[in-house]
C-alpha cells in the first residue's frame, strides 16, 4: 500500500506531462513559434494528489475511468458557461441537432442552474401537441428523477421507439404544482423553418433554430411565398424567436441570401481558424422587399448574427425585446472514443463592429408579449386562415407587421462601420 499511491502519481503526472508535450507539438505544427511550456510538475501532482485521495478514502468506490472524466467535464465547464465536455450521448446530441432525425418526443432542452429546461418544443412533435412549453423544467421521466442537470440521461430516456409511451414530469413557473404528460414517442425530422402568409402580400418565416439545412429551407419557403403573392410579395417577417442559435455557417448564409453587401459577422480569437471575417454577396431573394426581424430574450447566438448583421446593415427593422447575448463562437472538437468537447475559440463582432456578449442586440421597435391578450385571441382566432391566426395570438408579431406596413421613410437608418482592428477577408 506505501508505493500505491506514488505509482498513481508518476502514472498521472506522467499522462498529464505527455499531453501538454502532444499539444504543444501541435501547435508548433501550425503556427512558426517557439514550443509551449510543459504542464508544471506541480500542478500535475496536484490533480494526482486528488485523484488518489478521492479513490482511496471516498465514502463510495468510484471507478478511474469516472474520476478521470469528471477532471476532464469540471475543466472545460469552468472556463465559460458554454465551453463543454460531450460523452459518446452528449456528443451524439450535438450532431443530430444540427444533421439528423430520431426517434422520440421532440423537446429541444438545455441544462440551466443544474436543471434541465425546455427551450422548444418542435412544431408536429409529440411535446408540441401535448403542450409542453419553453420555460418547463423536466423533473423526471417514467419516475427517474433529473438530478443534477443530467443532459445525457434525460435525452437517453426521452429516445426510444416510435409508437412507446413515456411519461414526463414538469414545474412550470405558473403552476403550484407539478404537471404529467404522457406522450408517445414518434419519429421525429428536425425541420427548422415553416412558414405562412399574413396578408396577402406578406410573409412569415418562423426559423427555430440553425442546422445545415435551414438556408435551403428558407429559401425554398420564401419563393413558395413568393408564388402565393402572385410573385407581389412585399415583404416578409423573419421569426427569431426563442432560437438558441446552432450551426454559424447556417446564419451566414441566411444573412448573406438576404443582403446585397457589406459586412455579415466577423470573429477574433487565439487559433489560427478562430480569426474571421465574412462578407454579403450580390443577390438579396428578396429583390429589396421589406423585412421586419423578430427577436426576443431567447434569440441567441446565431440568431443574434443575423438580426445583428440585417440591422446594421440597415436592411431589417428589428421588433421585439433585448436579445440573449451571447457573443462567443463554439467549435465541437472530436476525440477519442467517440467523444468531444465544444469549446469557445472566437468572440464576433456586428458589422458595426460592436460584441454584444452579455449585451444583446436592442431592437429597433420594442414589443413586449401580452400573454393574457394572446391567450384569449387564439381561442378565437379563425383556424382556417394559418396567417389570420398567427396574428390574433401573437401580439408581437402583429407589432412586426404594422412595423413592416409603417412607411417607407419610418424604417430606421444605421451607419455601418468596420471594426479597425479586424483586418480579414471571407
Same mark, same amino acid.
Given at each position: 500500500?506505501?508505493?500505491?499511491?506514488?505509482?498513481?502519481? $508518476?502514472?498521472?503526472?506522467?499522462?498529464?506531462?505527455?499531453?501538454?508535450?502532444?499539444?504543444?507539438? =501541435?501547435?508548433?505544427?501550425?503556427?512558426?513559434?517557439?514550443?509551449? %511550456?510543459?504542464?508544471?510538475?506541480?500542478?500535475?501532482?496536484?490533480?494526482?494528489?486528488?485523484?488518489?485521495?478521492?479513490?482511496?478514502?471516498?465514502?463510495?468506490?468510484?471507478?478511474?475511468?469516472?474520476?478521470?472524466?469528471?477532471?476532464?467535464?469540471?475543466?472545460?465547464?469552468?472556463?465559460?458557461?458554454?465551453?463543454?465536455?460531450?460523452?459518446?450521448?452528449?456528443?451524439?446530441?450535438?450532431?443530430?441537432?444540427?444533421?439528423?432525425?430520431?426517434?422520440g418526443i421532440g423537446l429541444e432542452v438545455h441544462v440551466e442552474d443544474g436543471e434541465v429546461?425546455?427551450?422548444?418544443?418542435?412544431?408536429?412533435?409529440?411535446?408540441?401537441?401535448?403542450?409542453?412549453?419553453? =420555460?418547463?423544467?423536466?423533473l423526471s421521466i417514467d419516475g427517474t428523477e433529473l438530478v443534477g442537470g443530467n443532459f445525457?440521461?434525460?435525452?437517453?430516456?426521452?429516445?426510444?421507439?416510435?409508437?412507446?409511451?413515456?411519461?414526463?414530469?414538469?414545474?412550470?413557473?405558473?403552476?403550484?404544482?407539478?404537471?404529467?404528460?404522457?406522450?408517445?414517442?414518434?419519429?421525429?425530422?428536425?425541420?427548422?423553418?415553416?412558414? %405562412?402568409? $399574413?396578408?396577402?402580400?406578406?410573409?412569415?418565416?418562423?426559423?427555430?433554430?440553425?442546422?445545415?439545412?435551414?438556408?435551403?429551407?428558407?429559401?425554398?419557403?420564401?419563393?413558395?411565398?413568393?408564388?402565393?403573392? =402572385?410573385?407581389?410579395?412585399?415583404?416578409?417577417?423573419?421569426?427569431?424567436?426563442?432560437?438558441?442559435?446552432?450551426?454559424?455557417?447556417?446564419?451566414?448564409?441566411?444573412?448573406?441570401?438576404?443582403?446585397?453587401?457589406?459586412?455579415?459577422?466577423?470573429?477574433?480569437?487565439?487559433?489560427?481558424?478562430?480569426?474571421?471575417?465574412?462578407?454579403?454577396?450580390?443577390?438579396?431573394?428578396?429583390?429589396?422587399?421589406?423585412?421586419?426581424?423578430?427577436?426576443?430574450?431567447?434569440?441567441?447566438?446565431?440568431?443574434?448574427?443575423?438580426?445583428?448583421?440585417?440591422?446594421?446593415?440597415?436592411?431589417?427593422?428589428?421588433? =421585439?425585446?433585448?436579445?440573449?447575448?451571447?457573443?462567443?463562437?463554439?467549435?465541437?472538437?472530436?476525440?477519442?472514443?467517440?467523444?468531444?468537447?465544444?469549446?469557445?475559440?472566437?468572440?464576433?463582432?456586428?458589422?458595426?463592429?460592436?460584441?454584444?456578449?452579455?449585451?444583446?442586440?436592442?431592437?429597433?421597435? %420594442?414589443?413586449?408579449?401580452?400573454?393574457?391578450?394572446?391567450?384569449?385571441?387564439?381561442?378565437?382566432?379563425?383556424?382556417?386562415?394559418?396567417?389570420?391566426?398567427?396574428?390574433?395570438?401573437?401580439?408581437?408579431?402583429?407589432?412586426?407587421?404594422?412595423?413592416?406596413?409603417?412607411?417607407?421613410?419610418?424604417?430606421? %437608418?444605421?451607419?455601418?462601420?468596420?471594426?479597425?482592428?479586424?483586418?480579414?477577408?471571407?
Amino acid at each position: 500500500m506505501s508505493h500505491k499511491p506514488r505509482n498513481i502519481l $508518476l502514472v498521472a503526472a506522467g499522462v498529464l506531462l505527455g499531453l501538454a508535450v502532444s499539444l504543444a507539438s =501541435g501547435v508548433l505544427a501550425q503556427k512558426d513559434s517557439p514550443p509551449a %511550456e510543459t504542464l508544471p510538475w506541480e500542478q500535475a501532482r496536484l490533480l494526482a494528489e486528488v485523484l488518489e485521495r478521492v479513490r482511496e478514502e471516498y465514502v463510495e468506490p468510484v471507478a478511474d475511468a469516472d474520476l478521470i472524466e469528471s477532471a476532464v467535464r469540471g475543466m472545460v465547464t469552468d472556463l465559460d458557461p458554454h465551453s463543454q465536455y460531450l460523452d459518446c450521448d452528449e456528443y451524439e446530441e450535438v450532431r443530430i441537432s444540427t444533421t439528423g432525425n430520431y426517434s422520440g418526443i421532440g423537446l429541444e432542452v438545455h441544462v440551466e442552474d443544474g436543471e434541465v429546461r425546455v427551450v422548444s418544443a418542435i412544431d408536429g412533435t409529440p411535446a408540441a401537441g401535448a403542450g409542453l412549453r419553453s =420555460g418547463d423544467v423536466i423533473l423526471s421521466i417514467d419516475g427517474t428523477e433529473l438530478v443534477g442537470g443530467n443532459f445525457s440521461e434525460a435525452a437517453n430516456l426521452m429516445r426510444g421507439n416510435p409508437g412507446t409511451p413515456v411519461e414526463l414530469t414538469v414545474r412550470r413557473d405558473s403552476e403550484v404544482e407539478p404537471l404529467t404528460f404522457n406522450l408517445v414517442r414518434d419519429s421525429v425530422q428536425l425541420h427548422s423553418v415553416r412558414y %405562412e402568409m $399574413l396578408t396577402d402580400d406578406i410573409g412569415y418565416v418562423r426559423v427555430s433554430h440553425f442546422s445545415e439545412t435551414t438556408w435551403k429551407d428558407t429559401r425554398k419557403a420564401v419563393q413558395k411565398l413568393r408564388r402565393t403573392a =402572385g410573385g407581389d410579395l412585399r415583404g416578409i417577417v423573419l421569426d427569431l424567436r426563442n432560437n438558441p442559435g446552432g450551426v454559424l455557417d447556417a446564419a451566414v448564409d441566411m444573412s448573406d441570401g438576404f443582403l446585397d453587401g457589406g459586412m455579415i459577422v466577423s470573429a477574433s480569437g487565439r487559433g489560427p481558424d478562430a480569426n474571421f471575417s465574412h462578407l454579403a454577396h450580390k443577390g438579396d431573394i428578396l429583390s429589396g422587399a421589406r423585412m421586419v426581424v423578430l427577436v426576443n430574450a431567447g434569440s441567441a447566438s446565431s440568431s443574434e448574427i443575423v438580426a445583428g448583421a440585417l440591422q446594421d446593415n440597415g436592411r431589417a427593422i428589428v421588433v =421585439g425585446t433585448r436579445t440573449f447575448g451571447k457573443g462567443s463562437v463554439q467549435t465541437v472538437m472530436p476525440l477519442s472514443s467517440c467523444r468531444a468537447i465544444k469549446l469557445t475559440t472566437s468572440r464576433y463582432f456586428t458589422p458595426s463592429g460592436t460584441s454584444i456578449q452579455g449585451v444583446g442586440i436592442t431592437p429597433d421597435v %420594442e414589443a413586449e408579449p401580452d400573454p393574457a391578450l394572446d391567450a384569449l385571441a387564439s381561442i378565437t382566432a379563425h383556424q382556417t386562415d394559418p396567417g389570420a391566426a398567427l396574428l390574433q395570438g401573437d401580439s408581437q408579431l402583429r407589432v412586426a407587421l404594422a412595423a413592416l406596413q409603417s412607411p417607407e421613410d419610418a424604417a430606421p %437608418e444605421r451607419i455601418v462601420q468596420g471594426k479597425a482592428d479586424l483586418d480579414m477577408s471571407d
